[in-house]
């Protein structure tokens, strides 16, 4: 028994060691907009709610954006994956297509009461004709300022399916642009998220009260901890768990408001337990483990930043 034990150890220290580099960000877009053909000088910056509509004549984009300037330039990106929400879904198909914008723009004050036709624009709202109210776009409009020759289709938006989620596995292009924003900060003007169909839906904005419904890019790379949280990410020296090794329970204290959730991984990488933030306790947080076999795992300690990780043993 002793000799598993230590086989085990030394099988969970080698691939801690071949994945101690690997980091996951997990990142809120940071500026949006909802711009609108018929109502040009319209805007939508801090509405809960973005509208993407082809109806004819009443076209609305989407603009996101996602600030990736702390990552290392250098980092090697293993995979990407783009969650959108949508609601208010459209009872026939709405296909989103997204591309990449060739200017700058802003996300200006607009907090339109009706989303579907905005508010008239102020100081640095993006508006079908202006990036940044009131600078024209320098390609004349919106449409003229995203890049058309790779509009990339990214799923379909129905009243029973209202979750788009682009991943590296299904869309190699878009994991190609992430890593052009982290090599080259300069080059992320953020997309434009349009579409033809004859239909228009409702997506939860950045602002939205609902905050996991919020766009989120979730990055899994390689290399040094993002610069601006190099050194908050999460305080694991402030987490402590007990007892260790354990048995049917695991208590974790030391955890803050900034972590969004705790996990249970074997040495494979199989996730065995996922507690969301809303059942976390920052006095102390009990995860029940008696359905697990003895062990080696690893808890992560996630943040919107990244995570943290630590070991322990369960008998």
Known sequence: MKKNYVLTALLSLAVWGLTAQERTVSRVATENATVYFENQSNANGKAEKMVLSG????????????????????????????????????????????????????????????????????????????????????????????????????????????????????NATFEGWVKEWIAEPDSNRGFAIVTSANANAQMHSRHSSASNARPTLEIVYEGDPPASVENKTVDAENVRIYPNPAK????????NEQITSLEVVD?????LRVIPQSHLNTVNTEINLSDIAAGTYFLKIKS???????????R
């Open 55 to 170: 109806t004819a004549g009443e076209n609305a984009v989407i603009l996101l954006k996602f600030d990736l300037s702390d990552l290392p330039t250098d980092a090697s990106v293993q995979e990407v994956s783009l969650t959108l929400n949508f609601t208010d879904a459209p009872t026939i198909a709405l296909t989103p297509r997204i591309g990449e914008l060739k200017e700058a723009w802003t996300e200006g004050p607009a907090d339109p009461a009706d989303v579907y036709t905005g508010e008239a624009a102020s100081n640095g709202d993006a508006t079908w004709v202006h990036s940044s109210y009131s600078t024209n776009w320098s390609e004349g409009d919106v449409e003229q300022s995203v890049d058309q020759s790779q509009l990339l289709s990214v799923g379909t938006v129905t009243s029973s399916s209202t979750v788009i989620t682009v991943t590296s596995s299904n």
């Open 248 to 255: 049917h329970n695991l208590n974790v204290t030391g955890l």
């Open 267 to 271: 040495i494979s990488g199989r996730v």
């Open 304 to 314: 919107e930043n990244g995570q943290s990780v630590k070991t322990f043993i369960v």
